[in-house]
């Protein structure tokens, strides 16, 4: 049984302390679902929710897909739960829905994802013994490490950025590269919103009246680029212009048989057609959908020379650059519509907005076969081949 992408909608992804960031992460959950329930997925037909989210110390509330799935008034019969893999955490989630539908556990899946990096709580860790004399310090949960095992290597713990530094290093990935990939991230997303692209995949966020993504700069230029200070190395090559920002946004994808049309009221618009998953070195995590996106080409059946389109979450230039210097694929169908540079990168919510993107971008431009793909830190790669059945 095959198990196939019916729909998708996201919300637009905020900046950190933007427009998104007096609005809960179950609230941005909540709103996604409802949307892929009114846009025809009957509520009693859904046999689960499965939500991606980093961070469940806050009002994410531990399992937000639950919360979500209550909030958004699906029935109470209708089982939720959530997968935390980090950045890929939704991915994951649409990969799970896949699995279970094409096993013939389910028939109709909502999976997806949400993060609200600007409400993620400060956390304490508890005291050893009780009524202890000295401080604590509380600890942000945005993003990273934090109250970290002292018993794991150092070189495993360095910050993202630290990490891309040395991966920019190993593969020699110029700061000039860097700077023209970040700036063709937002051209292509701006151009995407205004030629109405996002029309069909974006919803209105609740209670804010965001209509687009917050993060996009269309004034930006090379010189403004070239402008920034390093963020990591004094002498490094990573700015905040050539990574994503820190986001809030949510994502969902609507998974389903072949019978589930029938529920859904819409044909499908791609094929699962092959999953797979990689890890590594964890300070090597960016390079990790490198093999990832291989074994799910295999898994396919169809090699590069096949594929269309790529979605590639863009956490840093460099490591979007390494992973598509590695694949050997045409940058120009890498991220049509802009990547998460532009866009944003609400940890929780960027892989299931990678893969609904990409199955838009396939109808969109009549190619067969795409990629979609997510570097994860502690060195871990997912990757999605998606068939648009429509172009065979």
Not at 123 to 128: A, D, E, F, N, Y
Not at 376 to 390: P, R, Y
Request: with cysteine; glycine share 12%; charged share 20%.
């Amino acid at each position: 049984m095959s198990a196939y992408v019916y729909d998708a909608v996201r919300t637009p992804f905020g900046r950190f302390g933007g427009a998104l960031a007096g609005v809960r992460p179950d609230d941005l959950g909540a709103a996604v679902i409802a949307a892929l329930v009114d846009r025809g997925a009957s509520p009693e037909a859904i046999d689960e929710v499965v939500f991606g989210n980093a961070n469940g110390a806050g009002e994410d509330n531990r399992n937000v897909g639950r919360m979500s799935a209550l909030l958004a008034g699906l029935p109470t019969s209708v089982p939720g739960s959530t997968v935390n893999r980090l950045c890929g955490s939704s991915l994951d989630a649409a990969m799970l829905a896949s699995r279970s539908v094409e096993t013939g556990d389910a028939d109709l899946v909502i999976a997806g994802g949400v993060e609200s990096m600007s409400r993620a709580p400060w956390v304490l860790p508890k005291p050893s013994r009780a009524y202890p004399a000295g401080d604590l310090t509380a600890v942000s949960t945005t993003l990273g490490w934090r109250l970290v095992n002292p018993r794991m290597p150092a070189e495993w713990t360095a910050s993202l950025g630290e990490c891309n530094e040395q991966l920019q290093q190993k593969f020699d990935i110029s700061r000039e590269r860097q700077d023209e990939f970040a700036l063709r991230s937002h051209e292509r997303a701006d151009r995407a919103w205004a030629e109405g692209l996002y029309g069909d995949l974006a919803i209105e966020a609740p209670g804010a009246g965001l209509v687009r993504d917050e993060g996009i700069r269309p004034d930006t230029t090379l010189d403004k680029l070239a402008g920034l200070a390093p963020s990591f190395r004094a002498d490094g090559t990573i700015t905040a212009g050539n990574a994503s920002p820190l986001s809030d946004g949510a994502s969902g994808v609507l998974v389903g048989s072949e019978r589930a049309a029938d529920a859904v009221r819409r044909d499908p618009l791609a094929r699962v057609a092959g999953r797979g998953a990689m890890a590594l070195d964890p300070q090597l995590f960016g390079y990790a959908p490198v093999e990832a996106a291989n074994r799910a080409l295999e898994r396919a059946g169809i090699g590069w020379s096949d594929v269309g389109a790529v979605e590639l979450n863009e956490a840093f230039a460099v490591q979007s650059l390494a992973c598509i210097d590695a694949w050997g694929v045409d940058p120009d169908i890498v991220n049509q519509w802009g990547g998460a540079i532009a866009i944003g990168h609400p940890l929780g919510a960027s892989g299931a907005r990678v893969l609904g993107t990409l199955a838009y971008v396939l109808r969109h431009t009549g190619r067969r076969w795409g990629v979609a793909a997510i570097c994860i830190g502690v060195g871990q790669g997912l990757a999605v081949v998606l068939e648009n059945e429509a172009a065979t």
